[in-house]
């Protein structure tokens, strides 16, 4: 037998796997199994709360007159909404709700209150998440701060602030700070 000279057999190429059917392997190995030992979940953003209100000239003007009973007002646009955070001396407001409150305390210090029912039922926007922590970064003598907030959900060291609203009421005393009133002189 004489073999004619011609094209060599061709050899059966494998069948290669598309982007969208290699995706869909993948949703399914994730699915069934989890991820494997070499892909590992992006490490979440470390968030400095409260880092863009500490030294822009308003808050700054904001918590002078907080700490000297004055009043003052800025408004902040968060998600294409305006509002509005105000100070008359003895309460910060955001959006015109109580967010903090002073108490006096003796002479030359105030005890400031967090209303836990007002930080809650704003703990979705982000300006009022900066700012409660941005107050409480701006006093030093309160320490450092324990409220933090963690998947649209503030916490209180390592409980949620909306736990222990119904056992204890709405106001969270957080500590003492110094504050600038005009102080009476002794009389002679």
Do not use: W
């Not at 030992?37 to 409260?50: D, I, M, Q, S």
């Not at 009973?69 to 709700?97: C, H, P, R, S």
Request: charged fraction near 25%; aromatic fraction near 8%.
């Amino acid at each position: 037998m004489v073999e004619s000279p011609g094209k060599a057999p061709k050899k059966a190429k494998e069948k290669r796997q598309t982007p969208e059917e290699r995706q869909a392997a993948l949703r399914y190995n994730h699915m069934m199994y989890g991820p494997t030992a070499g892909e590992f979940r992006p490490a979440p953003k470390k968030v400095n709360l409260g880092g863009a209100y500490l030294n822009h000239p308003k808050f700054q003007a904001l918590m002078a007159a907080f700490k000297k009973g004055a009043a003052y007002q800025f408004e902040v646009t968060d998600k294409g909404k305006v509002y509005t955070i105000a100070t008359d001396g003895t309460q910060i407001l955001f959006d015109g709700k109580t967010l903090y409150y002073s108490r006096p305390s003796n002479r030359h210090e105030d005890h400031l209150l967090l209303d836990r029912s007002v930080a809650v039922a704003y703990q979705n926007i982000d300006a009022l998440v900066h700012l409660a922590v941005a107050v409480l970064r701006s006093l030093p003598e309160l320490g450092t701060p324990q409220l933090s907030h963690q998947n649209h959900e503030f916490l209180y060291g390592p409980d949620p602030l909306e736990a222990s609203i119904a056992a204890s009421g709405p106001n969270l005393l957080i500590g003492s700070f110094k504050h600038s009133k005009v102080q009476e002189k002794p009389r002679k």
